[in-house]
């Protein structure tokens, strides 16, 4: 029985730990290019975020194929996006549009 609470609990905190917000853009580390209604490339690296030529400070967390990026200062602050991988180089945005990998 304490082996299985045991296994429970390390198994809670793994997934608590995957789920935290980090300065780490993991899967979605390089530049993208955004297809929709408005083309651009975005650029996710440690601690920010870059698209047409404006950098912010973000944070990133990583949940399995999705990640949430949200923004941590300026007019935007608190805003989080959700970017779900659907493969190795290409992830959406629900309702916004299609990333492809380009570096």
Known sequence: MQAILRLALVSFFAVSLGACSSSDPGP?????????PMPMKVQFRK????????????????NGNQVVVTTESGPMKGVAARYT???????????????????
Do not use: C, D, H
């Not at 979605?28 to 929709?36: C, D, R």
């Not at 659907?86 to 380009?102: D, E």
């Open 28 to 36: 979605l580390a390089g530049i993208w290019q955004f297809s929709g």
């Open 47 to 62: 601690g920010e975020s870059e698209a047409l030529g404006m950098i912010e400070k973000v944070s990133y967390e990583i």
């Open 85 to 103: 991988l659907t493969g190795p180089n290409t992830a959406v945005v629900a309702g916004v549009g299609t990333l492809t990998r380009i570096k």
